[in-house]
């Protein structure tokens, strides 16, 4: 076969480190541009993009040329440094070390983008905890309560 071809989709979710230093509406919106320029810059394709206080949800067409941990750590490494040098948090603002990494298929994007895009919405029912518990459940991850996060609520 002469040509490659690929498709795969995945949605990231994390959180910050300090229950303190949250995502704050005021600028909320202009970490998704940040980071959707990151995203756009490795070649991947924003879906969706919706942050919380408490975290945040990427869903992307995934470049196979550029590794997850990459991506995430380019991420979080950039969007630290972003906040902090425009001093949006009165607090230190870092992500926490974790991360989910979740695929869907092609038929569920329409699915994964409303999901995100309602976030405000669906966290008026459900906590972060919960939520990201249900993906891992979900998608069969054994996991350790004592080593995903570092919940605001512990």
Same mark, same amino acid.
């Given at each position: 076969?002469?040509? !490659?071809? *690929?498709? /795969?989709?995945?949605? %990231?979710?994390? *959180?910050?480190?300090?229950?303190?230093? %949250?995502?704050?509406? *005021?600028? =909320?919106? #202009? $970490?998704? +541009?940040? &980071?959707?320029?990151?995203?756009?810059?490795?070649?991947?394709? $924003? %879906? /969706?993009?919706? @942050?919380?206080?408490?975290? &945040?949800?990427?869903?992307?067409?995934?470049? %196979?040329?550029?590794? &997850?941990?990459?991506?995430? #750590?380019?991420? +979080?490494?950039? @969007?630290?440094?972003?906040?902090?040098?425009?001093?949006?948090? +009165?607090?230190?603002?870092?992500?926490?070390?974790?991360?989910? /990494?979740? !695929?869907? @298929?092609?038929?569920?994007?329409? !699915?994964?983008?409303?999901?995100? $895009?309602?976030? #405000?919405?669906?966290?008026?029912? #459900? *906590?972060?905890?919960?939520?990201?518990?249900?993906? $891992?459940? =979900?998608?069969?991850? =054994?996991?350790?309560? =004592?080593?995903?996060?570092?919940?605001?609520?512990?």
């Amino acid at each position: 076969m002469a040509n !490659t071809y *690929s498709q /795969a989709y995945f949605h %990231l979710v994390f *959180s910050p480190k300090n229950s303190k230093a %949250l995502i704050c509406k *005021s600028w =909320k919106n #202009e $970490l998704e +541009k940040y &980071i959707t320029g990151i995203i756009q810059n490795h070649n991947h394709k $924003l %879906l /969706a993009i919706g @942050s919380m206080p408490d975290h &945040i949800h990427i869903f992307i067409g995934y470049n %196979l040329n550029h590794l &997850i941990p990459d991506l995430v #750590e380019e991420i +979080k490494t950039s @969007s630290n440094a972003w906040i902090k040098y425009n001093k949006l948090s +009165k607090y230190k603002f870092e992500w926490q070390k974790g991360y989910g /990494a979740f !695929t869907h @298929s092609h038929s569920n994007i329409d !699915t994964v983008v409303k999901y995100i $895009l309602n976030q #405000e919405k669906h966290h008026k029912k #459900e *906590s972060f905890k919960d939520e990201y518990q249900e993906f $891992l459940r =979900k998608n069969d991850i =054994k996991y350790n309560d =004592k080593y995903i996060f570092d919940f605001f609520d512990d």
